[in-house]
């Protein structure tokens, strides 16, 4: 595989933070709320809709206020089902 891919990249990229999260996600909720449902496995509601990435930046800035570290998407960009890496 080329090393310059950007699926390579990624997974380059993914073995310097420490935990991979699997995210569930209920856009349009009636509140913002984050659930843990396992060890790495999380739901989280937000307010904001779907459409053109409102949701994931919601998602994204929820989850970081929850974990207090940075957290950024990896794959799952249109999905409700997303892969999180927690920074260390």
Do not use: C
């Not at 909720?29 to 790495?40: A, F, L, N």
């Amino acid at each position: 595989m080329n090393p310059w891919h950007p699926d390579s990249i990624k997974q380059a990229n993914a073995t310097f933070y420490s935990m991979r999260i699997t995210v569930d996600v209920k856009p349009k909720s009636r509140k913002d709320s984050v659930e843990v449902i396992e060890e790495g496995h999380y739901m989280v509601r937000v307010r904001a809709p779907a459409s053109k990435g409102k949701a994931n930046v919601a998602v994204t800035k929820l989850l970081k206020k929850y974990l207090g570290k940075p957290v950024s998407i990896i794959s799952g960009h249109t999905s409700s089902r997303k892969i999180f890496v927690v920074e260390e």
